[in-house]
């Protein structure tokens, strides 16, 4: 294992050298190829999407009974329906008809009482049991009460709906969040998920390739220099070194600086006024449960947090914000941004929050255009590796966590590299 590097010192994190706290991750580069493998992604599909909890939604998109989404998953070569009960329990199933496997469900959502394939009628309450077989007569021996919607676990956390294409998981979905679950308790998603504006594109880049540019700051001070240019970098701090990493089995957290003397122009001081930007100076700490800000840092801006595999859940005080990155091939990826907000209850609050809304637009924009830059020039076998700094130790750890469940290079002989 190299040897940790010892010159390096952070501002922001009084000092400290965080790979030197997980020295098992290495040090040493970490390899291009499960960004440009097919195997590498046939075996992500196998042994990833369809073996562990997956976020679909949220429980304020199907409040009441009847209530339904539906969530392809190309990754996992289905398409998933997701229903209130009449009982109010949330339910999900294969999104695929007992009779000649037609796509039940074609749109992306709404409300119903029973659901009819377009194809031969067949119906299925909420519930998922077969009510209504058209000719049932012709049919050999036909037991209904045997053809109802395929199953699939399904479970809420924070209000969060994941779900999970393993038949038989070998975990809850507490469990399995553990105790990066645990931080996240307290926090109000609920109130704060009020209002939600929602981007969706289809990029043609890895999907892991979007994972590792939100999992570092280290590129705010150059792409993001026009949108926030001074907002989470200053003189002591300029290229906005993490206050605090946090690394768990299979996820991890990251603590973003914010610049305490950011000096907001006069649009921005009037959003200020009226309600919570993720870009600010005067939060109020006790307002944070305790997993929030761990250090009670009072330059933090926000938290970083990644659930395994595609998830981001990222917190501020009074607003936060997610990430999907959903495996279409090996190089497309299709992107989910949403953007939460508490209900606003005055014009000021409406102002504030659309500026927020425009702003966060204009630097995930900025996020968006290297990417794909970056994808057209992997296959050229210019490069064969990534070389990381200390602030990217959460790309590192990330690369270690696919490994452990992809398994790629398990066993091959010769091949070094820090997964």
């Not at 040493?28 to 997956?54: D, H, M, N, T």
């Not at 209530?67 to 998953?73: E, G, H, Q």
């Not at 007992?98 to 299925?124: E, P």
């Not at 990155?325 to 989910?336: F, G, I, S």
Request: overall charge neutral; aromatic content about 14%; some cysteine.
């Amino acid at each position: 294992m190299a040897a940790v590097a010892t010159s390096h010192i952070d501002a922001a994190s009084n000092g400290k050298i965080w790979h030197a706290q997980y020295p098992e991750l290495g040090t040493g580069p970490v390899p291009i190829e499960p960004y440009i493998s097919q195997e590498y992604f046939a075996l992500e599909r196998e042994r990833i999407f369809r073996k562990v909890w997956l976020n679909v939604g949220r429980e304020e998109e199907i409040p009441k009974p009847g209530d339904y989404l539906v969530k392809d998953l190309p990754a996992c070569g289905t398409s998933i329906l997701i229903v209130r009960g009449k009982d109010g329990r949330l339910r999900a199933f294969h999104n695929v008809c007992s009779h000649r496997s037609n796509k039940l469900v074609w749109n992306r959502g709404g409300s119903c009482q029973m659901f009819a394939c377009k194809f031969h009628g067949w119906t299925y309450g909420l519930d998922g049991q077969l009510t209504f077989v058209p000719d049932e007569e012709s049919f050999f021996d036909l037991k209904k009460g045997e053809l109802g919607l395929t199953p699939v676990a399904a479970d809420v956390w924070e209000g969060f709906i994941f779900v999970n294409l393993d038949p038989q998981p070998r975990e809850s979905l507490r469990e399995y969040l553990g105790e990066m679950g645990e931080t996240l308790q307290g926090y109000p998603f609920a109130e704060y998920s009020a209002t939600c504006y929602a981007w969706t594109t289809e990029l043609r880049a890895n999907w892991k390739i979007l994972k590792d540019a939100f999992q570092e700051a280290y590129h705010v001070a150059f792409l993001h220099k026009r949108s926030v240019p001074d907002s989470f970098t200053s003189k002591s701090n300029p290229f906005c070194h993490g206050l605090d990493y946090r690394l768990y089995p299979r996820y991890r957290k990251m603590a973003i600086y914010g610049n305490m003397e950011h000096r907001p122009t006069p649009v921005e001081g009037m959003a200020f006024q009226f309600g919570s930007l993720i870009i600010r100076n005067d939060f109020s700490l006790s307002n944070l449960p305790p997993g929030v800000n761990p250090t009670r840092d009072p330059s933090w801006a926000l938290d970083l947090n990644v659930i395994f595999p595609n998830f981001f859940v990222d917190v501020s005080e009074g607003t936060y914000f997610t990430y999907n990155m959903w495996p279409l091939a090996v190089d497309r990826t299709l992107w989910e941004v949403r953007t939460y907000y508490p209900k606003a209850k005055s014009a000021g609050q409406r102002f504030s929050q659309e500026y927020s809304k425009v702003i966060f637009r204009d630097v995930i924009m900025e996020d968006c255009s290297t990417l794909e830059m970056t994808q057209s020039v992997l296959a050229s076998g210019a490069k064969t590796q990534f070389v990381l700094q200390d602030q990217e130790l959460l790309i590192r750890h990330d690369h270690k966590v696919h490994e452990d469940f992809v398994g790629f290079y398990k066993g091959r002989k010769g091949v070094a590299v820090n997964v």
